[in-house]
């Protein structure tokens, strides 16, 4: 029988009442009494030196408060990079300033360069439309092999070139990964596009500025996944507003995909103008907005080699990519395309010898940033198409030649320097044949071709990191933060209990799977559990939510600090009892004396700690209120086998995903419902990657996919109905819930499997000569694909 409670059981997200009723509270939901609305005139070319900027027309126009523009942000920070790269001969990044609102130029279509405080938002709006501009227009940089040739444009004049680091790893290898390749029997080659993505999370971006004159305190509510951080980075590096006197607020957030990870310059601003004019500031990004400010994802080419002996076993792979940074240096931008991309080369496979090179380029353009998977889906996209190709090359079924190099011993240290702790590569690849019927596939193909259509088959390995750590190592590595994560547990003296995370929640189902834990823990229904999260005010220092870290590095604070309040509730429960601390037992929310009918409930105890009257606690310190920071001794290592079918129209080039199973193993899994949901969210944006979603600029830096218009999106008739699997469990070793992340797998497994699918019913079909066609899989590029 199923569990009803606790670990293991799938109650309906408690959260999903007040969204499925209207009741969510979002940052644009909220207003403060007397606030004004921000509207910001942003760049309409990609590369420009400011001459001048002429407030004065529209400061005369009705409703205008104040208008803002780079001069008023001299003296300020700029925007800080959280993390710094030490490239392959041992120099620094090259990091540019980036200032609030743009200062002697402008580098990207979207950069803002006034802003205008007004008493209605279409009065801001009317008026930064009238501010005149003296922008003298610059040749652009966009492709990121032209922006590093010797005559190249360079975006940031005050930087030796556009290369932002040239990185290596690991640099020891390089030679014996040559040679090896050099001797190799067969050495399988592909060059290949991760396309530049936009994350369009449902909520764009709010932030209101509020400032309390009496005290000299700032407020910033704002759509943040990490509210403590967001404080750090602007409160001691932009504003200078000592952390004590500067509040940050996240609430209800409408999805995220890592684009509301980073310290934005609409945040800083709103913040700074509070301030300066002695009232709140709110601003509401356009959809149009957010398609030129929010920072966007992937964006890497890449050349891979993949190295094997006469019987198909992985002697070597090396990469060489060139990964596009965008115009700016976005807070954890140099840290996605290496530390979090080099490291998962090896898949899930034990090829001895592996060296990856990536040139970080500046160019004209977005920033960009991490996105769903943030360099786990560039590296695994690259690995598997390349096997994929090998498997043809070499005569061999692709599954086969993956289960030959799988690893199959743990713990596996991999020569990127990293340690898998635990996995089963085999049983969810052989779990992932069994649920999409392999076998059955001759069968379904001949009924595609009655029907005039080409099927294929796309197979997929992949693996990731998760609950990025530890601390000290990732500081060695340039992070220029903790990577831990906090939770304070308190018991009221009635026996509910308020757990504030660091973790913020923005459709993870926080809500419901943490109360599962503390539930399986002290016996205690769900109900009873209340999370809060999301301020700075009042939950602990935390480092949010990002790289699918939320349970195995929040949940794991959590567990610390429930266990404290347990052990400290078992000595008051001694007391009471008469008994030995060693002799306690609680279970079902009773605390008994082991070999005994003795006992006491929870909220007996959690009374006695808060009103000692009539049982003195004597050298018992009152109340039951704990706070643990949990810093990870490693990643969590995810993995899993994904199987894509489709149809191909060999008239029109149509794709058409038939089929999906992704097979995955999360570890233990607290909610398999909510998991499961998870899953089904990253296999449809990673669909969508596979065969419609792409940010176009042309040769001029202007963005020709800046709506709804232009960049598809995936819609509920383009998905087939998943089949996904999450019972090949082997637990995680080193955090004390055994759990791995899921959030970002089915955006990591699937563009692989999909293309390695279209690629393979075009193959069937005689076009042995396509080996590859470059994401977004459309019509019109597969079409051509068969024509060639």
Request: glycine letters at 10%; charged letters at 20%.
């Amino acid at each position: 029988m199923p569990k009803d409670h606790g670990i293991g059981a799938s109650p309906k997200r408690r959260e999903d009442v007040r969204f499925l009723t209207g009741a969510g509270n979002y940052t644009d939901d909220i207003n403060v009494n007397g606030q004004a609305f921000v509207a910001f005139l942003r760049s309409d070319v990609a590369h420009g030196r400011i001459n001048s900027v002429d407030t004065s027309d529209a400061a005369a126009m009705p409703g205008v408060v104040r208008i803002f523009t780079g001069a008023d942000f001299e003296g300020v920070g700029g925007l800080p990079c959280g993390w710094g790269i030490t490239d392959r001969h041992g120099n620094p990044q090259q990091e540019p300033a980036h200032p609030v609102l743009a200062q002697g130029k402008v580098r990207h279509v979207g950069d803002p360069i006034a802003a205008v405080v007004a008493e209605s938002e279409s009065q801001a709006r009317d008026a930064a439309e009238a501010i005149k501009t003296d922008i003298e227009e610059l040749p652009a940089v966009v492709d990121m092999k032209a922006a590093l040739a010797d005559n190249a444009v360079k975006v940031h004049d005050d930087l030796t070139s556009n290369l932002c680091y040239d990185w290596g790893f690991v640099e020891e290898n390089k030679a014996a990964v040559e040679e090896a390749i050099a001797g190799a029997h067969r050495v399988t080659t592909l060059e290949l596009v991760n396309q530049r993505l936009v994350a369009n999370p449902m909520e764009p971006r709010v932030a209101i500025g509020d400032y309390a004159a009496h005290s000299g305190d700032s407020t910033l509510y704002t759509t943040s996944q990490n509210p403590h951080v967001i404080r750090l980075l602007m409160g001691a590096f932009v504003l200078g507003i000592p952390e004590h006197k500067l509040r940050v607020v996240a609430p209800d957030v409408g999805g995220g995909f890592g684009t509301k990870i980073f310290h934005y310059a609409e945040e800083a601003f709103c913040t700074f103008a509070a301030k300066a004019i002695k009232r709140p500031v709110k601003w509401t990004s356009s959809r149009s907005e957010a398609f030129m400010s929010d920072a966007h994802g992937r964006d890497h080419v890449t050349k891979i080699e993949l190295a094997m002996d006469a019987e198909g076993n992985f002697l070597a792979v090396r990469t060489d990519t060139h990964a596009n940074m965008g115009a700016y240096l976005s807070t954890f931008a140099p840290a996605v395309p290496t530390w979090l991309h080099g490291t998962l080369m090896a898949g899930n496979y034990k090829t001895p010898l592996i060296y990856v090179n990536v040139k970080a380029v500046f160019t004209n353009t977005v920033p960009v940033d991490a996105y769903r998977g943030a360099g786990r889906p560039e590296a695994t996209y690259q690995l598997e198409r390349v096997i994929d190709k090998a498997a043809r090359e070499m005569g061999m079924d692709p599954v086969e030649l993956r289960q030959k190099n799988f690893v199959t011993e743990f713990p596996y240290e991999t020569p990127v320097a990293v340690v898998y702790d635990t996995g089963d590569y085999n049983a969810t690849m052989d779990k992932a044949l069994s649920i999409a019927d392999r076998d059955g596939f001759a069968t379904r193909e001949a009924a595609s071709k009655a029907k005039g259509k080409w099927r294929g088959i796309g197979i997929n390995s992949y693996i990731e990191a998760c609950g990025i750590a530890p601390s000290n190592l990732v500081g060695q590595l340039g992070a220029r933060a903790g990577l831990y994560e906090s939770a304070t547990v308190r018991v009221n003296a009635t026996g509910g209990l308020v757990v504030m995370t660091g973790s913020h929640s923005h459709g993870q189902g926080h809500e419901t799977a943490f109360p599962q834990v503390i539930a399986e823990m002290t016996g205690l229904d769900e109900s009873m559990v209340e999370i809060v999260h999301g301020d700075t005010a009042t939950a602990p220092m935390g480092m949010g939510t990002y790289g699918s870290r939320s349970i195995a590095v929040g949940g794991s604070a959590m567990v610390r600090a429930t266990e404290k309040i347990i052990n400290k509730a078992k000595k008051i429960a001694a007391h009471l009892l008469e008994a030995a601390d060693s002799d306690i037992e609680l279970k079902d929310g009773n605390f008994t004396v082991a070999g005994t009918d003795k006992s006491i409930d929870w909220g007996s105890v959690c009374l006695a700690a808060y009103v000692p009257h009539n049982y003195p606690l004597e050298d018992i310190e009152p109340g039951l209120e704990e706070t643990a920071f949990y810093d990870p001794a490693n990643f969590t290592y995810p993995a899993g086998a994904y199987i894509c079918e489709v149809e191909v129209d060999p008239d029109t080039g149509q794709v058409s995903i038939e089929r999906f199973t992704a097979a995955d193993d999360f570890g233990n899994v607290i909610n398999p419902m909510i998991v499961e949901g998870q899953v089904h969210g990253g296999l449809a944006q990673g669909i969508g990657q596979a065969l419609m979603e792409n940010c176009v600029y042309d040769e001029n830096g202007q963005l020709l996919s800046g709506s709804y218009m232009d960049y598809a999106m995936p819609r509920a008739s383009d998905l087939p109905n998943f089949d996904v699997d999450h019972s090949s469990q082997t637990p995680c070793t080193h955090n004390p819930l055994g759990v791995k992340g899921c959030g970002e797998a089915g955006a990591i497994g699937s563009p692989p499997a999909v293309v390695n699918a279209v690629v393979d019913a075009l193959q069937r079909n005689g076009k042995n000569d396509v080996t590859h066609i470059d994401m977004p899989l459309t019509p019109s590029r597969v079409w051509a694909a068969m024509n060639s």
